[in-house]
């Protein structure tokens, strides 16, 4: 909604979220904005000469979190990609594991899994994915890396903007936004190697022979990759992001977070050592804002836990800094719980509270649920058998007195081994197999296999009688699956 012009005579005085109009006779006309224009955030690279502890922690999550995404989908294990999610053969590729459509169950653990993991991270540490290894902070720490490549840090960027355009500023914008381009398209194309074969992928992409989906998904990734890490940013975390809204839901006061000691800290004051500000009645905090410069998305953690609070510790680094050059002890920002300010627990005495029930019943069944998902997998047999009767005839009499009934077998090796298996028959005295007893399946492929089986007549009563077909793998006997189905006989 745009703001309606003051009567003539009138004052329009601003106010948050409107604007109030006061015409001479007194009445008030407010003005909502239903939107607020983004402040524009220039955050610090560092403080001091040297990066923070947790700054070199956030560094070392990007190197691993990106080696593992880049340089996975050029793994090779005996002659195919390592990892694979091949969406159109519906096979999940996991080095030597193969899963299935019918594996979903694994599946459905590993969300159970990644969801209990993030909810007893939360009550722990507060938002320590968010943090270190989110992709958005991920991918907007190298964005911003590249931006103080081309535009230095902070001050620097600043001033840049406030100049009028130039040449040397139009240079330094241009390769900023090639190479964010460059990096979100790479992301892309990596991205699109987990469900197509980076190799053909990379030799398609060469040759400009990539198909309308891979292109599409390739800029649609590169595009939002440029676009939340270069020009959003803290945008995603503050509206997009469900996880700073419901985040409360998962804190209490035994949760560690990025807390400021307003006790020890205020009353704020600047430009003193720690002695003259005893003796003048002043806090440790010397109002020097670093803590807010460095801030991803631009608050005061001095105004308490606000739910735009990434928990990224850059505020706990600059803090450090300022600390030592004064002379003051550091941890007046720092990683603790609401309890123990309040409390002024020790050191043991926090984790004790941190270490309470709702962390360890998380715990608990997160521990009870990989070592199924692990004990599934290791007994996993990796040969699935569905046993389909041919419904055009039941049974049928054939030569020397017997009856025959058919079957189609879908024999699926889920192994990454070619495999060659035998079929037998049991539960029906003299129930042999008439087709070939033997059949060979590739490796991570499936089979379809037509089974006659004979008994004697005398043998199968009329109606249905149960039986079992047993399928073992020549090459790894251990690999038996046992299924049952039923043989009918024939009536008088």
């Not at 953690?301 to 735009?308: A, N, P, S, V």
């Amino acid at each position: 909604m745009n703001d309606v012009a003051p009567p003539t005579g009138g004052r329009k005085v601003l106010l948050p979220g409107g604007a109030v109009t006061a015409p001479p006779g007194g009445t008030h006309e407010l003005v909502i904005s239903l939107y607020e224009k983004r402040q524009q955030i220039y955050p610090r690279a560092r403080v001091g000469p040297s990066l923070g502890q947790f700054a070199r922690w956030r560094w070392v999550m990007v190197w691993l979190t990106q080696l593992v995404f880049y340089g996975t989908p050029w793994l090779q294990w005996k002659d195919r990609q390592a990892i694979l999610f091949d969406l159109v053969a519906r096979k999940f590729y996991f080095f030597d594991l193969v899963l299935w459509p019918q594996d979903v169950i694994y599946l459905t653990a590993i969300l159970v899994i990644s969801a209990l993991s993030l909810f007893l991270f939360t009550a722990v540490g507060g938002r320590l994915w968010c943090g270190y290894a989110c992709p958005q902070t991920v991918y907007t720490e190298i964005f911003l890396w590249i931006e103080r490549l081309f535009e230095g840090d902070r001050s620097q960027r600043m001033a840049l903007d406030r100049q009028p355009m130039s040449v040397r500023k139009v240079l330094r914008k241009a390769g900023k936004h090639a190479s964010w381009a460059a990096v979100g398209l790479w992301t892309g194309f990596t991205f699109v190697g987990f469900f197509t074969p980076i190799r053909e992928l990379g030799n398609s992409l060469w040759h400009a022979g990539l198909g309308p989906w891979e292109s599409f998904w390739i800029l649609f990734y590169g595009f939002a990759t440029y676009g939340n890490a270069g020009w959003m940013r803290e945008q995603i975390c503050l509206y997009l992001c469900p996880y700073a809204r419901f985040q409360s839901a998962m804190f209490d006061r035994d949760t560690l977070i990025v807390t400021y000691d307003e006790a020890r800290g205020e009353p704020r004051g600047a430009g003193h050592k720690s002695r003259a500000r005893a003796e003048e009645g002043l806090g440790d905090c010397v109002d020097c804002g670093f803590c807010v410069q460095v801030c991803p998305t631009g608050i005061d953690i001095r105004k308490g836990l606000q739910y735009e609070c990434i928990g990224c510790a850059a505020c706990i680094d600059a803090c450090a800094h300022v600390m030592r050059k004064t002379g003051l002890p550091t941890g007046l920002i720092r990683y603790t719980t609401k309890n123990a300010l309040a409390e002024h627990l020790s050191r043991v005495q926090i984790w004790r509270h941190v270490f309470r029930p709702r962390v360890l019943i998380y715990g608990a069944i997160l521990l009870a649920i990989i070592s199924a998902l692990v004990i599934s997998l290791s007994l996993r047999v990796p040969l699935k058998v569905d046993v389909i009767r041919d419904r055009g005839t039941f049974a049928r009499e054939v030569e020397d007195s017997r009856v025959e009934n058919v079957y189609r077998l879908q024999v699926m090796n889920t192994s990454a081994r070619n495999q060659t298996y035998d079929l037998q028959a049991e539960g029906l005295a003299g129930l042999t197999v008439a087709s070939n007893p033997r059949f060979a399946v590739p490796a991570a492929s499936s089979l379809v296999v037509i089974v006659r089986l004979q008994t004697a007549i005398q043998s199968a009563p009329p109606g249905s009688n149960r039986i079992a077909l047993l399928v073992q793998s020549e090459e790894e006997p251990a690999i038996r699956v046992r299924e049952k189905t039923v043989f009918f006989g024939l009536r008088p």
